[in-house]
């Protein structure tokens, strides 16, 4: 990732940790859920917004072959929940933003 890309990842990834700790996750499911993010991240060197739903159904194939079947709905689980609550309420901010300024 280029420096921009990591800078955008690690606010990503900050806001994860922040939304599970709300969410009262225990700290095993926090560094699950952390590590599903870091995982995908590294694996296609880029942050996991950008990330086509043909690379994601990739991404899980590979895993299914290399994993645990445990491991992988760790992963599932974990970025449900960082591309249902960190990144629909990044949507949902720029949508109000835009309202807002028109």
């Given at each position: 990732?280029?420096?921009?890309?990591?800078?955008?990842?690690?606010?990503?990834?900050?806001?994860?940790?922040?939304?599970?700790?709300?969410?009262?996750k225990s700290q095993k499911t926090i560094d699950a859920y952390a590590r599903a993010v870091r995982r995908?991240?590294?694996?296609?060197?880029?942050?996991?917004?950008?990330?086509?739903?043909?690379?994601?159904?990739?991404?899980?194939?590979?895993?299914?072959?290399?994993?645990?079947?445990?491991?992988?709905?760790?992963?599932?689980?974990?970025?449900?929940?960082?591309?249902?609550?960190?990144?629909?309420?990044?949507?949902?901010?720029?949508?109000?933003?835009?309202?807002?300024?028109?």
């Amino acid at each position: 990732m280029n420096q921009v890309e990591t800078n955008r990842f690690n606010k990503l990834y900050q806001r994860h940790l922040r939304l599970l700790k709300l969410q009262g996750k225990s700290q095993k499911t926090i560094d699950a859920y952390a590590r599903a993010v870091r995982r995908i991240s590294e694996h296609f060197d880029c942050c996991p917004d950008k990330l086509t739903l043909k690379q994601r159904e990739k991404y899980f194939y590979d895993l299914v072959k290399s994993h645990c079947w445990s491991t992988v709905k760790v992963d599932r689980n974990g970025l449900q929940f960082f591309w249902k609550h960190v990144l629909s309420t990044l949507r949902s901010v720029n949508r109000h933003c835009r309202t807002k300024c028109i």
